[in-house]
């Protein structure tokens, strides 16, 4: 891996306030999705390293501005993030350096601006966010902003020659539905503690439980839960067989990055099959080993790539 400097310097960033802006969303990114931050500077090349740590810094600060108090005072904050965001984006001198290295990102890459706006147009979604009655409620969510989230990086992959945007966006659509499924998952103790869970009421109505249910389980209740989250698991399993096709879509040098991505997805998802009923407990997690040997198999491949 080479040094934070020289892979600024070999992107083209070479403005002193930039190599600030850069390196704080750096250490931001590192210090709160590590797992993320590693596959990004082993597996992809090195140009996309700034872009894809400045969105990814931005997706992070936009959900800390919107994720807390009331639902009214979250849809102002987001409003105004929004239009700061907005004319950062259209030329104006930004102050805040997620910003400034966000703009930058996008003079680079021109199709993230459209991407950008996808997702804070997106964002009312997570907003208003209170659970969901139905599952056609959680297809509009995946639709509406966890889709639009995963875009802001995916943009950023050059694909095949031949390969066709739509059958990309395609890939990525059933990958970050079995994505947000398996978060739904692994969060549901601590989500149902904050008073709403990723499953359908109607799914945990049709097994009769409830979120008291959830928070006080009996054996009953684990095995209730048990058929509910194979069942939600069977939901993302196709889901994610299907974006297997995205790696031949990408780029050569991009196809570490995808494959390591689904293998990871592979082990989270069966960890949560695994602990099943006992998900009340606390998520669960693939081995660190696990996760380790995906990204040395990856890493080779990568270096064989370029």
Not at 270 to 292: F, I
Request: aromatic letters at 6%; a negative charge; proline letters at 5%.
């Amino acid at each position: 891996m080479i040094t934070w400097t020289r892979t600024l310097r070999q992107s083209g960033i070479t403005a002193p306030d930039l190599h600030t802006a850069y390196g704080q969303q750096r250490s931001l990114v590192r210090r709160f999705k590590t797992e993320e931050y590693l596959t990004v500077r082993l597996l992809l090349p090195t140009p996309l390293h700034p872009p894809v740590i400045a969105a990814a810094a931005f997706m992070h600060e936009t959900d800390t501005r919107i994720d807390t108090g009331r639902t009214e005072a979250r849809r102002t904050a987001l409003g105004e993030w929004a239009a700061v965001t907005r004319k950062a984006l259209e030329g104006a001198p930004a102050s805040d350096a997620t910003l400034r290295a966000l703009t930058d990102a996008a003079v680079r890459h021109p199709q993230l601006k459209r991407r950008v706006e996808d997702f804070l147009h997106g964002a009312r979604h997570e907003v208003d966010y209170a659970g969901f009655a139905t599952e056609d409620e959680l297809q509009g969510y995946v639709d509406g902003y966890s889709l639009p989230a995963f875009m802001l990086v995916a943009s950023l992959l050059d694909l095949a020659p031949a390969a066709e945007h739509d059958a990309f966006e395609d890939g990525c659509r059933d990958l970050i539905e079995a994505m947000q499924r398996v978060d739904f998952l692994e969060d549901l103790a601590e989500d149902a503690a904050q008073g709403q869970v990723g499953i359908p009421d109607a799914e945990l109505g049709r097994h009769g439980l409830s979120l008291a249910d959830l928070l006080a389980p009996t054996d009953t209740v684990r095995s209730e839960l048990e058929q509910l989250i194979q069942e939600q698991v069977e939901l993302a399993r196709p889901r994610l067989s299907a974006s297997t096709r995205l790696v031949p879509l990408v780029a050569q040098q991009n196809r570490p990055f995808i494959t390591a991505l689904l293998r990871v997805q592979e082990l989270r998802l069966s960890a949560v099959s695994k602990k099943g009923g006992r998900l009340t407990d606390g998520g669960a997690r693939p081995s660190v080993p696990s996760l380790l040997g995906v990204l040395a198999r990856q890493y080779r491949a990568s270096r064989q790539a370029r």
